[in-house]
């Protein structure tokens, strides 16, 4: 393994190995789209002219074993037989998992892992296609080639070589010919003698066609490999000579470099693609940036966030104080035109931060092919909203989550195909990735066409591994008991597999997408799937909050969380089942209080509370809270364990003035509204969720919390 003894080097291989995780990404899509229709010449040109960057760029950044494995393949994909192999996608798959592991390998600067199966693959795949009968024929007609050429010809035939003529037909798209035709005598040159070229050597002759009469000892099918130049060569022709002046009529038929392929719809794994247009590509006008700047950036808008509502609350000071004051005007001009650069300033850098959805969709096509031979299943995957997009953090850790839905759905949801035959569906099990924003969150659902979620089956395995008593089931709503599932060490698996039975899976989902601040849930249809519904704020940084007091202390949720804002009286909630409900439109609203009831007023009336309703999926909460305070643009600041001894905040921010807001972990208190009611503790209504403990570990956050 090559070594990096300098930045410029270790910067080039970091640049490289980003880079081959995207072309292997395309290998991996070009390999599935083979697999649905063999043969597509169009496609396995697509796949060589991956494997030729991968190996360029590998190369350049000193991986060398890497460059000649993928060189052995870029040769063996350019022999005619051999590219039109069925066995070309697997090998394939193959080769973009053995670049993968080696890549990780150089990453850790560990020992490579062996190729020795792909290279096996790559010479059976090569032999197949030197094994066919060559198609070369040979005649007598004269060629053009001067009498020094001729001459040098009979010298090669009497070193027992033989003479052919190859014609390089040059790709439209290549820009600059003269340097096309420099590559590839210089790649001929490795194999074969070059006696002549049409144009000459050195001409400044701006053609489309290049002619090379060379003498080798070799086939012409590995010559006519080596013209293969993506994006150089659209196609060549080879030609033998059966003696000095003299050759054949009929070309030898090597692989084009670009072939016309028989149109045919994209396989469903595939997003929709348009077709590669035959005009020249504009350059690409990227800048890659290290995600850290403009991490460091966003942070700094942040700043001047909390500086501006420090300047808004001097500016209202002064009002205030000054309400005729001739520079009031002149101040809240000044502050108008503040806030909104700012806010252009803020949403330009999450632009920068956000990504398609389209990159993360590229793992699961892969993904879904190989665990659904695992199982024994056919399944299609239906992919939508590629084009949405993410914050690039947000992107990355919801890869993890997303694939252990998607391994559950094809183990666990979708059935055999008789089982599927059997109910009266189709062979094919379909699996669907929507992604969508909905006000300001991310929105992915994860569905599936199978048998749905068994209740019964769910709150049975629970009570059989003591995650719940028979009388805590029974109890238990639809909603309930799907969300046993989430458990840890829930399984529903009869035996333990490679896939699932393991019980390690939907509690790490939930966990992950509680860290994010999200949230995630379930419904299921018997006998017509289950769909996963994830819900995750657009950024971790920045946020529009909703202000209120809980016991004089000041507290904020996400703006886009609050479906509803009501009013009542301590005497307008019920007890129901040990938990507090209220009636609000005719609908029951289960409500969750944060802190102590407010003692009773002195004249004996009740005192009116604000109910903020929380939407969670098709369920709704309500928080009860003392007051509002209002909206205000929030910068999120994490708070580590020792400021905060509980999961019920999930971080804090500081306004203008200078107090200090703590941000409630929305998930986490409807989950621990959840397990109180399931276990039903008694006197929990009048009980507090943000206990003494808890508040007196919030005490130092004033001291800890930064700007």
């Not at 760029?57 to 000193?62: F, I, L, M, R, T």
């Not at 996608?89 to 020795?116: G, I, Q, W």
């Not at 997003?271 to 460091?296: G, K, M, S, T």
């Not at 971080?651 to 998930?667: F, Q, T």
Request: with cysteine; glycine share 6%; aromatic share 4%.
């Amino acid at each position: 393994m090559t070594q990096f003894h300098d930045d410029r080097a270790a910067e080039l291989r970091e640049l490289f190995f980003e880079t081959a995780q995207e072309l292997l990404q395309a290998l991996n899509q070009e390999a599935l789209k083979l697999e649905a229709h063999p043969g597509d010449a169009e496609t396995v040109r697509c796949i060589r002219r991956i494997v030729h960057t991968l190996k360029g760029d590998a190369a350049a950044a000193g991986c060398q074993e890497l460059s000649e494995l993928a060189h052995a393949l870029e040769d063996a994909l350019a022999l005619e037989a051999a590219a039109l192999n069925a066995s070309v996608a697997e090998v394939a798959l193959a080769a973009a998992d053995t670049f993968e592991a080696m890549l990780n390998a150089y990453r850790k600067d560990a020992d490579l892992p062996s190729a020795d199966g792909l290279r096996e693959q790559i010479r059976k795949l090569a032999g197949d296609g030197k094994t066919r009968k060559s198609r070369v024929k040979k005649t007598d007609r004269k060629a053009a080639w001067t009498e020094y050429e001729m001459l040098a010809m009979h010298a090669a035939r009497k070193q027992g070589k033989q003479i052919y003529c190859i014609t390089a037909h040059l790709d439209r798209q290549c820009a600059m010919p003269i340097a096309a035709r420099q590559l590839l005598l210089n790649a001929i040159s490795e194999a074969a003698e070059v006696l002549g070229t049409r144009p000459e050597a050195g001409s400044t002759e701006n053609a489309s066609r290049f002619q090379l009469l060379i003498a080798s000892g070799q086939a012409p099918e590995p010559l006519a490999a080596k013209c293969q130049i993506p994006t150089i060569v659209s196609k060549a022709e080879i030609e033998a000579l059966e003696d000095a002046g003299q050759r054949a009529t009929r070309p030898h038929e090597s692989i084009p470099s670009k072939v016309a392929a028989e149109e045919r719809p994209l396989p469903a794994v595939e997003p929709d693609r348009a077709p590669a247009a035959d005009h020249p590509a504009p350059a690409e006008n990227i800048l890659r940036v290290e995600a850290q700047r403009i991490d460091n950036v966003l942070n700094l808008v942040g700043e001047l966030i909390i500086g501006k509502s420090m300047l808004q609350q001097a500016l209202n000071e002064f009002v205030r104080q000054y309400p005729r004051a001739p520079l009031r005007a002149r101040f809240a001009d000044a502050m108008a035109l503040q806030a909104r650069v700012l806010t252009d300033l803020q949403r330009s850098v999450m632009k920068v931060r956000m990504v398609p959805v389209e990159q993360l969709y590229r793992r699961f096509p892969r993904l879904v092919r190989d665990v659904a031979r695992q199982c024994g299943k056919q399944v299609d995957l239906l992919l939508h909203g590629e084009s949405t997009d993410l914050d690039k953090s947000l992107l990355d850790s919801i890869a993890e989550p997303l694939t252990h839905l998607v391994r559950n759905a094809i183990s666990h949801g979708l059935e055999s195909p008789e089982e599927r035959a059997h109910s009266g569906k189709p062979a094919r099990g379909t699996i669907r990735l929507d992604t969508y924003h909905q006000a300001n969150q991310f929105v992915v659902e994860v569905s599936d066409d199978g048998r749905g979620i068994d209740s019964l089956k769910v709150a049975a395995r629970a009570v059989e591994r003591g995650l719940v008593t028979a009388e805590e089931a029974a109890r238990l709503g639809e909603a309930g008991i799907l969300e046993l599932i989430f458990r840890p060490g829930f399984t529903t698996a009869d035996e333990v597999t490679e896939i699932a039975g393991r019980g390690v899976g939907l509690d790490v989902v939930r966990s992950v997408i509680q860290r994010l601040k999200g949230s995630v849930e379930v419904t299921s249809r018997p006998g017509q799937g289950a769909t996963f519904r994830l819900q995750l704020p657009l950024t971790l940084a920045i946020i529009k909050a909703l202000l209120f007091r809980i016991e004089q202390r000041l507290y904020a949720i996400p703006l886009n969380a609050v479906a509803e804002i009501a009013r009542a009286r301590e005497t307008d909630l019920h007890q129901v089942d040990n938990a507090e409900v209220l009636q609000l439109r005719n609908q029951v609203l289960p409500v969750i209080r944060l802190g102590r009831r407010a003692d009773p007023r002195p004249d004996h009336r009740p005192g009116k509370i604000f109910v903020l309703v929380i939407g969670a999926g098709e369920r709704k909460l309500g928080l009860l809270v003392n007051a509002i305070e209002g909206e205000e643009e929030l910068v999120i600041k994490a708070l580590d364990d020792r400021t905060v001894e509980t999961d019920l905040v999930s971080g804090a921010s500081i306004l203008g003035d200078g107090r200090v807001v703590l941000i409630l972990n929305l998930a986490a208190v409807m989950a621990r509204f959840a397990k109180a009611r399931s276990n039903s503790l008694e006197g929990y209504s009048s009980g507090m969720l943000l206990s003494h403990a808890e508040r007196a570990g919030m005490a130092a956050e004033r001291r800890e919390v930064q700007p």
